[in-house]
């Protein structure tokens, strides 16, 4: 049966069931009485909801509390057991796989080192695979009890019908990747998990904005540095967050060569790979056979020496340049968004934001038209490097809120649908 807006009473039964569930998540605990103006529905409809939701095992009881002359009031949350999710970082040092509870506390990890950047898609696949075995064995979760796996990949990721998700990623050497349907067949999960797979600085603004420092704006930029570089916009009109990829926004006429074969791209002069190519350009001592985060340590502390040393006067300047390549990126983001807040994250965004970043404050406002620069704050995400983890989580957590607590079965390459309320404002107890 069919409502006058053409919604049926499913449908209607779904959006109580989400409308409670996301109020309890990031707003419990809360009584059947707070619960009422907190989501606009009835007295009756909140117990109704509530007795569905508890014979699901999706809310318990937490306590009570005394009530103005009455009978204490029965507080309620959101089980942490009552469902699991799985997130992986697909970055480019390492595989990262993390398994979480409901509430989103990790309860099993599992890191696979990528050798020398080696992006071969099988090895990819296989080390994703392997992780979502590992954690699952490590904390003793059942794949059945999974509401989905969220996998954060560098590259633009679209649906293409049958093959489910597929990857576009020009500079790590994947062409039209159907990432998702190899995923499936290598599984090692029953056939009606899903899988959500997005663009890893995409789940860095989604974690950032739920969680992290992002909470309470309507307009924000994530950007993600890594090897690469990346951005994440969200605003009123893409409430769902979009990927950019800033990385390749030309700020060098003719300049070095990006990964991706342009000249003059952000990412060839801000990438930490791009970096150390110029250090070591410049004469600089990167360490032999370190990995990436490695030398960008040893570079910083060239750099940045303790008190009694000298520094090391090409990675300085090359340190200092980057620093004005970032605040011009940076403007361009300023002047075509007009965000309130922008976020730097990933594991050379915060190791690099944390030396640089009043010098990149400096030249984004130098850049940038004064008005829009005036409003906007520019601030390390507060996530840590573990960030895209966690927002490739909240995918499939995001896609069973949607289906009032339900695990859907979505066709391949469904995307996970964001929470529609304010949740950048909330944080979970």
Same mark, same amino acid.
């Given at each position: 049966?069919?409502?006058?807006?053409?919604?049926?009473?499913?449908?209607?039964?779904?959006?109580?069931?989400?409308?409670?569930?996301?109020?309890?998540?990031?707003?419990?605990?809360?009584?059947?009485?707070?619960?009422?103006?907190?989501?606009?529905?009835?007295?009756?409809?909140?117990?109704?909801?509530?007795?569905?939701?508890?014979?699901?095992?999706?809310?318990?009881?937490?306590?009570?509390?005394?009530?103005? @002359?009455?009978?204490? &009031?029965?507080?309620?949350? %959101?089980?942490? /057991? =009552? #469902?699991?999710?799985? !997130?992986?970082?697909?970055? *480019?040092?390492?595989?990262?796989?993390?398994?979480?509870?409901?509430?989103?506390?990790?309860?099993?990890?599992?890191?696979?080192?990528?050798?020398?950047?080696?992006?071969?898609?099988?090895?990819?696949?296989?080390?994703?695979?392997?992780?979502?075995?590992?954690?699952?064995?490590?904390?003793?979760?059942?794949?059945?009890?999974?509401?989905?796996?969220?996998?954060?990949?560098?590259?633009?990721?679209?649906?293409?019908?049958?093959?489910?998700?597929?990857?576009?990623?020009?500079?790590?050497?994947?062409?039209?990747?159907?990432?998702?349907?190899?995923?499936?067949?290598?599984?090692?999960?029953?056939?009606?998990?899903?899988?959500?797979?997005?663009?890893?600085?995409?789940?860095?603004?989604?974690?950032?904005?739920?969680?992290?420092? @992002?909470?309470?704006? &309507?307009?924000?930029?994530? %950007?993600?540095? /890594? =090897? #690469?570089?990346?951005? !994440?916009?969200?605003?009123? *009109?893409?409430?769902?967050?979009?990927?950019?990829?800033?990385?390749?926004?030309?700020?060098?006429?003719?300049?070095?060569?990006?990964?991706?074969?342009?000249?003059?791209?952000?990412?060839?002069?801000?990438?930490?790979?791009?970096?150390?190519?110029?250090?070591?350009?410049?004469?600089?001592?990167?360490?032999?056979?370190?990995?990436?985060?490695?030398?960008?340590?040893?570079?910083?502390?060239?750099?940045?020496?303790?008190?009694?040393?000298?520094?090391?006067?090409?990675?300085?300047?090359?340190?200092?340049?980057?620093?004005?390549?970032?605040?011009?990126?940076?403007?361009?983001?300023?002047?075509?968004?007009?965000?309130?807040?922008?976020?730097?994250?990933?594991?050379?965004?915060?190791?690099?934001?944390?030396?640089?970043?009043?010098?990149?404050?400096?030249?984004?406002?130098?850049?940038?038209?004064?008005?829009?620069?005036?409003?906007?704050?520019?601030?390390?995400?507060?996530?840590?490097?573990?960030?895209?983890?966690?927002?490739?989580?909240?995918?499939?957590?995001?896609?069973?809120?949607?289906?009032?607590?339900?695990?859907?079965?979505?066709?391949?390459?469904?995307?996970?649908?964001?929470?529609?309320?304010?949740?950048?404002?909330?944080?979970?107890?």
């Amino acid at each position: 049966m069919a409502a006058r807006n053409g919604r049926t009473v499913r449908d209607l039964r779904r959006g109580n069931r989400t409308a409670v569930l996301q109020r309890l998540y990031f707003d419990g605990p809360l009584s059947r009485f707070e619960l009422g103006p907190a989501t606009g529905l009835s007295s009756g409809s909140v117990s109704n909801v509530v007795a569905e939701l508890i014979a699901d095992g999706l809310v318990e009881e937490a306590g009570s509390v005394d009530s103005d @002359g009455g009978r204490p &009031r029965i507080l309620l949350r %959101v089980a942490p /057991g =009552s #469902g699991h999710m799985i !997130g992986v970082d697909v970055g *480019e040092t390492r595989v990262r796989t993390g398994l979480f509870d409901l509430t989103l506390t990790e309860l099993a990890r599992a890191e696979r080192p990528l050798e020398q950047q080696r992006y071969e898609v099988e090895g990819i696949v296989g080390h994703v695979r392997d992780g979502i075995a590992d954690v699952l064995a490590e904390a003793g979760v059942g794949a059945g009890r999974l509401l989905g796996v969220g996998i954060g990949v560098p590259g633009m990721v679209e649906d293409s019908g049958a093959l489910g998700a597929v990857v576009h990623g020009q500079t790590i050497g994947w062409d039209a990747v159907p990432l998702e349907k190899l995923l499936r067949d290598a599984s090692p999960l029953p056939e009606g998990v899903p899988y959500f797979i997005d663009n890893g600085a995409r789940t860095l603004g989604q974690a950032e904005m739920w969680f992290g420092g @992002g909470r309470g704006a &309507r307009n924000a930029v994530v %950007v993600l540095f /890594g =090897s #690469g570089v990346g951005a !994440g916009l969200v605003t009123p *009109e893409v409430e769902h967050g979009r990927a950019v990829e800033w990385g390749h926004l030309t700020v060098r006429v003719r300049g070095r060569r990006c990964r991706c074969g342009a000249l003059g791209c952000l990412e060839a002069y801000a990438g930490a790979e791009s970096l150390l190519d110029r250090w070591r350009e410049e004469g600089g001592s990167v360490p032999e056979g370190a990995d990436e985060e490695t030398a960008l340590t040893a570079m910083l502390a060239g750099a940045y020496p303790a008190e009694g040393r000298e520094a090391d006067p090409a990675a300085l300047a090359v340190l200092e340049e980057t620093a004005e390549y970032v605040g011009a990126g940076l403007s361009d983001l300023i002047n075509l968004f007009q965000p309130e807040r922008i976020l730097i994250g990933g594991w050379a965004g915060l190791q690099l934001g944390a030396r640089f970043l009043p010098a990149v404050r400096r030249h984004a406002a130098s850049y940038a038209l004064r008005h829009p620069a005036q409003k906007v704050t520019i601030d390390l995400g507060r996530l840590g490097p573990d960030a895209v983890t966690v927002g490739a989580a909240i995918l499939p957590l995001a896609d069973f809120f949607a289906h009032g607590g339900r695990r859907a079965e979505p066709a391949p390459g469904t995307p996970a649908p964001a929470l529609r309320t304010p949740v950048a404002e909330r944080v979970p107890h």
